[in-house]
């Protein structure tokens, strides 16, 4: 991941082919020594995103993986969050909504995790 300094508060991100970004978001926060990091937006293409959906009854996330057939990407739709600290580490919770030419129902999926 490559960090861009856009101002006094503001970070952009780039991530390379394969990298995660719950993970490296997690690393920047603990890397940086803050309290937290705040995601207001994702402009990309991605190759597959997993959500995760929590499940009251169990305590537990269900995570669902959504990968385009062929060549075609999944887009960003809307996507907002924050990285904070659970229990002394790290901790991503990200919500979007995501987005590919298959469009099916599960293509519209929006998530946490």
């Given at each position: 991941?490559?960090?861009?300094?856009?101002?006094?508060?503001?970070?952009?991100f780039r991530l390379?082919?394969?990298e995660n970004l719950n993970t490296q978001l997690e690393k920047y926060l603990e890397e940086a020594g803050?309290?937290?990091?705040?995601?207001?937006?994702?402009?990309?293409?991605i190759h597959s995103v997993t959500l995760g959906f929590w499940d009251i009854k169990t305590q537990v996330y269900e995570r669902h993986t959504?990968?385009?057939i062929g060549p075609s990407?999944?887009?960003?739709?809307?996507?907002?969050?924050?990285?904070?600290?659970?229990?002394g580490k790290p901790f991503a919770h990200i919500h979007?909504?995501?987005?590919?030419?298959?469009?099916?129902e599960e293509?519209?999926?929006l998530g946490g995790g």
């Open positions: 991941m490559k960090t861009h300094p856009v101002s006094l508060r503001n970070v952009a390379a082919a394969g803050a309290g937290f990091l705040w995601l207001y937006s994702i402009q990309a293409q959504i990968q385009p990407r999944i887009e960003p739709g809307a996507v907002s969050g924050n990285v904070t600290w659970v229990d979007g909504s995501f987005y590919s030419a298959e469009a099916s293509g519209r999926l």
